[in-house]
């Protein structure tokens, strides 16, 4: 993605935007006149999407520190992005910002404010850091499947992305007609939606910020009125509760609705800015544009969605908000489970695995090349970092011994360093086609280690694929790494053509005569044979024109 590009949804579609007009970060010096030049410039066919940070609203209510107050990007016009399908990313280290007697602790002192009648509901929060590898987009694309909302967005501002899968809206405004639909309250699906709707604690949240909310929109609006109370919505992992507060504006104002209503109640509590003194005291970092919002404004709308369940990714490194309602009747356990429940979605259909394939030998009682397969994974938990010790790993190994028969064993470790260990019959090399694969640039994070990110082609019919790049460079089978003998030769491509360098291929180079370096589909043409090494088949190797000749196996492209 180029930078200032921006994918969000409007009803039924994706759309993209790129190449902005303009770029605007707010502070306290221009943040009116901002807001009014992007009103004009909506209403005059444009495109304005804002980030608006928490910090906006510290300004707003305590006339707080001016600085950082977020982001207006000007746009022209819209396109359809092209989105594909792509698992090109992987987390790893989940862990939440604070401990759970931190936490805890944190809570006590809210309730001891509760309890004065200095505030009524405190959205406390915390955060989630994590390590991100690969491809943002290929996130988003991923959220999509997972997490689809109305309001899915990636933006990439620099160096920094924005992934949000918020289905929580803040307002849309429409002509003079604007409504809000705050969320509060959060149980697990297999609680149930009634258990939802009928709980004690769940219920007061939601109530007292529809009157929060009531009366931030009676100071911009007539006719303020509820026309839906305490609605269940289901979500992947969760249930929400809901409600809706309508109202006529007296003015269409961009600035005079985000002065009125930023930031929303549902993210702070009641009353607003007593509420707002005690989260700025308690709370150890601060939130940035978690519970601020992202929105659009258009010719005819205004939609501005609040900055829930929203990842920020920079230089590997990646944070996200979480939080919950805290009232007298909230129990410190429970609201730190909530919290833990609301992560979920990071890792949600994209569990992600580091492993090796190693065969067991059963006459010799032993896994072959052990120390090399162990040396391998090791480097690459190190480069994800997962935490997993190698001790632990051979001690898992070794408890898997008894194999009456030659066995592929997988050892695997998923992001959170849990180990596994899984054994599947030998399948020797087998004589047919061999294939040639065309494969898209990748992530060298997912092509040189051996993860569940690999791309897995059906071998049936074929005895390897060779995998080449756009340009005809080759790198690798689909299981297996490539050499080409020419006599006495053998050539095979650098591990910085972007291919996974196996056990078996360091073996192979060192036993043999082989030179390194790249290798192009013409070269087929002049080699004498294939070579495939696999550390749990072996190698197999196939002189071309006796193959070609006998039709054990034909260089073929298959349909893609």
Not at 419 to 427: G, K, R, T, W
Request: hydrophobic content about 35%.
């Amino acid at each position: 993605m180029d930078d200032f590009t921006v994918i969000t949804k409007l009803p039924g579609r994706l759309v993209k935007f790129s190449s902005p007009e303009e770029v605007i970060n707010l502070s306290s010096a221009n943040f009116s006149d901002a807001l009014r030049f992007a009103q004009e410039y909506a209403e005059n066919g444009g495109y304005v999407v804002s980030i608006l940070n928490y910090q906006l609203g510290e300004y707003l209510v305590n006339q707080a520190d001016g600085s950082n107050l977020g982001t207006l990007l000007f746009y022209k016009t819209c396109s359809k992005p092209a989105i594909r399908p792509c698992s090109d990313f992987a987390v790893t280290g989940i862990r939440l910002s604070q401990s759970r007697s931190d936490y805890c602790n944190a809570l006590a002192e809210i309730k001891a404010e509760l309890e004065a009648g200095r505030t009524y509901q405190v959205n406390y929060t915390t955060s989630v850091d994590f390590n991100f590898f690969g491809c943002p987009l290929a996130f988003f694309i991923h959220s999509l499947k997972t997490q689809p909302t109305a309001y899915n967005t990636i933006i990439k501002l620099q160096d920094r992305y924005i992934i949000s899968a918020t289905p929580e809206l803040f307002f849309c405004a429409e002509g003079r007609s604007i409504y809000s639909r705050p969320m509060k309250g959060t149980c697990r699906l297999e609680q149930g939606e009634d258990f939802l709707r009928n709980d004690e604690k769940n219920v007061a949240e939601n109530v007292m910020i529809v009157d929060l909310l009531r009366n931030d929109l009676n100071r911009i609006c007539d006719n303020v009125h509820v026309p839906e109370l305490l609605e269940v919505e289901e979500y992947k992992s969760l249930y929400q509760m809901t409600s809706k507060i309508c109202g006529t504006l007296r003015e269409k104002s961009f600035l005079k609705i985000i002065e009125a209503l930023f930031p929303c109640g549902s993210i702070t509590g009641a009353p607003k800015k007593s509420t707002m003194d005690i989260i700025r005291r308690v709370e150890s970092s601060s939130r940035g544009l978690y519970t601020g919002s992202i929105g659009l404004n258009s010719k005819d709308r205004m939609l501005h969605a609040i900055a829930i369940r929203t990842v920020e990714i920079e230089n590997g490194k990646a944070r996200m908000g979480a939080g919950s309602g805290i009232t007298v009747c909230s129990e410190p356990a429970e609201e730190y489970e909530e919290t833990l429940l609301k992560t979920k979605f990071i890792e949600a259909g994209s569990e992600f695995r580091v492993f090796e394939s190693i065969l067991w030998d059963s006459k010799k009682r032993e896994f072959a090349r052990l120390n090399e397969h162990l040396e391998r994974i090791m480097k690459s938990l190190g480069f994800f970092k997962i935490p997993c010790s190698r001790e632990a790993l051979r001690e898992r190994l070794l408890s898997a011994l008894g194999f009456s028969s030659d066995k592929r064993v997988r050892l695997s470790v998923n992001s959170r360093g849990k180990i596994a260990v899984e054994s599947f019959p030998l399948i020797p090399w087998k004589q047919g086609w061999i294939g040639l694969r065309q494969v898209p640039s990748r992530p060298k994070a997912f092509t040189m280690h051996k993860t569940s990110r690999r791309l897995n082609l059906d071998l049936k019919n074929f005895t390897e694929h060779i995998l080449h790049t756009s340009s005809g460079e080759l790198l690798e089978g689909s299981i297996s790494n490539l050499f080409l003998r020419f006599a006495d030769r053998c050539i095979t491509p650098p591990a910085e053509s972007g291919l996974l360098p196996g056990v078996e291929r360091a073996a192979f180079i060192r036993e043999n005569n082989v030179l390194v370096r790249r290798l192009y589909l013409q070269d087929l043409l002049k080699a004498d044979a294939i070579v495939f090494t696999n550390s749990v088949r072996g190698c197999i190797e196939l002189k071309l024109p006796e193959c070609i000749e006998k039709r054990s196996c034909v260089l073929q492209t298959p349909s893609q």
